[in-house]
C-alpha cells in the first residue's frame, strides 16, 4: 500500500510517503511556510521517488490539535488532492503521534502528552499501547493544568512541550508520577504513517471531503456552562 502522510499541527512541516514497508521522510523542521511549501514539497517527493499521485492509496494527516493555519492548510491540501484523486484519507491524532515516539520496545508505558496552549492551559491526551499503537486511555482535551483528570495507575512517562515547566503541576494534578519526561512536541512521518496504516487496515478512513481538523477549544468552549 502507498500512503501519503501529511502533519502541519506544529511549526515543521511533516511530510512523507509509505512505499510498501518503506518510508520516506521528507519532514522540514522550523518551517512556518506552510501554504507557500507544502503543495511544491509534495510533487517533488512523489517525483523524486518515481511514483505519480495516481499510484496512492490513501493519505494520512494530521488532524490536530495545533496551530489553527497550519491545520486548516493540511486539511485543505487533503481535500483537494484526495478528492481529485478519488482516495480516502486517514485523520490521525496529532498528540497520539507524539505519545507514539515514546514508545518503547519492551513493556511500553502508559504516555501523557502535554502541549501549551496558552498561560497554564494545555492540550493533553493519555495514551496505552496495543499491538504497539498508541490508543487514547481518555478523551483529549484542553484544561487549566489544575484542572487535568486524574490518570489511572501505572507506570507514566510525560511528553510535549508543556512538560518542561508544568511537568510538577501536571503530576500533582493528574495524581501521577513520571518515570520520564521528555520536551518533544513534532510528530513523525514514521509514527503518523504507523498510527495511519494501522487505522486504515481496520476501516477507519473516510471521504476526502470529510477530513476536518480537531479544535478542543471550541469542543470545551461548546460544553454547558461555558457558553
Not at 98 to 127: D, H, K, M, T, W
Not at 186 to 210: C, D, W, Y
Amino acid at each position: 500500500m502507498n500512503f501519503l502522510g501529511i502533519d502541519t499541527s506544529t511549526r515543521a512541516t511533516v511530510l512523507g510517503l509509505q512505499l510498501g514497508s518503506e518510508v520516506v521522510d521528507r519532514t522540514s523542521l522550523d518551517v512556518d511556510t506552510h501554504s507557500r511549501e507544502i503543495l511544491p514539497s509534495i510533487k517533488s517527493l512523489v517525483t523524486e521517488v518515481g511514483i505519480s499521485l495516481e499510484d496512492l492509496d490513501a493519505i494520512v494527516f494530521g488532524q490536530g490539535p495545533g496551530s489553527f493555519t497550519g491545520l486548516r492548510i493540511a486539511v485543505g491540501v487533503v481535500q483537494g488532492l484526495g478528492y481529485g484523486l478519488g482516495i480516502p484519507v486517514v485523520p490521525v491524532s496529532s498528540m497520539a503521534c507524539i505519545a507514539q515516539s515514546c514508545i518503547l520496545p519492551v513493556n511500553p508505558p502508559l504516555v501523557f502528552v502535554g502541549l501549551s496552549a496558552r498561560l497554564e492551559e494545555i492540550y493533553y491526551g493519555a495514551y496505552k499501547f496495543e499491538q504497539g499503537i498508541a490508543v487514547p486511555v481518555l478523551p483529549e482535551g484542553v484544561v487549566d493544568v489544575a484542572e487535568l483528570p486524574q490518570l489511572p495507575v501505572g507506570d507514566w512517562i510525560g511528553c510535549g512541550n508543556a512538560m518542561p515547566g508544568l511537568s510538577t503541576k501536571i503530576q500533582e494534578s493528574t495524581g501521577v508520577f513520571f518515570d520520564h519526561i521528555s520536551s518533544d512536541a513534532v510528530p513523525t512521518i514514521h509514527n503518523l504513517l504507523s498510527l495511519g496504516s494501522f487505522k486504515f487496515s481496520r476501516g477507519e478512513s473516510v471521504g476526502a471531503m470529510q477530513a476536518t481538523p480537531v479544535y478542543l477549544r471550541e469542543q470545551v468552549a461548546s460544553l454547558p456552562g461555558n457558553r
